[in-house]
């Protein structure tokens, strides 16, 4: 009897977890086949998940999706300065560096910015690229950005642009389709 309670415990914290979850406000995009969680972490201010194709991990890895949060910054701050100190801090990062133009963008009624950044050697010695999108919510900014490392193809590019193209921010009880 003491495991069937404890069976129903579990469920009904995950369902309240998973009901909390949704009525977070967050951002939802298409869903990443043969990816796997590689990392992530969460405190008051911020939270991280790196997310990795099946066999890699966030140390050795070919593509990365990271989807970061960053509580009360939308309220300081707009996402194109966001993506503008990101773009200012990449040439300390990456000598060479080609940055994309901040574009300034829309999405679900939110101001939002996009960025493109190729390092053409990291300390690893390999290039790195990667596309940024960062979206305000009501305080906390969204940021989801798809990395390649190594050599990337005009396929890659087109393939991480349809994925941030379809991402969409969720706030709570949101109607849109990709929220429900």
Not at 64 to 75: E, K, S
Not at 136 to 161: C, I, N, Y
Request: proline share 5%; with cysteine.
């Amino acid at each position: 009897m003491r495991h069937i309670l404890t069976a129903g415990a579990v469920l009904a914290l995950v369902s309240a977890q998973t009901a909390l979850a949704v009525e977070a406000e967050r951002l939802v995009s298409p869903l990443l086949k043969n990816f796997v969680l590689g990392y992530s972490a969460a405190n008051a201010a911020q939270s991280i998940r790196e997310e990795v194709p099946r066999g890699e991990s966030v140390e050795r890895w070919t593509r990365m999706v990271t989807t970061q949060r960053f509580t009360g910054l939308a309220a300081r701050s707009t996402p194109a300065a966001y993506a503008r100190t990101i773009a200012d801090q990449t040439p300390q990062a990456c000598p060479g560096a080609k940055v994309s133009p901040v574009a300034g963008l829309t999405i679900s009624g939110r101001a939002a910015a996009r960025l493109q950044v190729d390092c053409p050697r990291t300390q690893g010695g390999v290039p790195e690229s990667f596309l940024l999108l960062a979206v305000a919510g009501d305080s906390d900014m969204h940021v989801r950005q798809v990395a390649f490392r190594g050599a990337k193809t005009a396929a890659d590019l087109a393939w991480a642009e349809r994925y941030l193209g379809a991402t969409v921010l969720c706030r709570p009880r949101d109607l849109q389709v990709s929220c429900c």
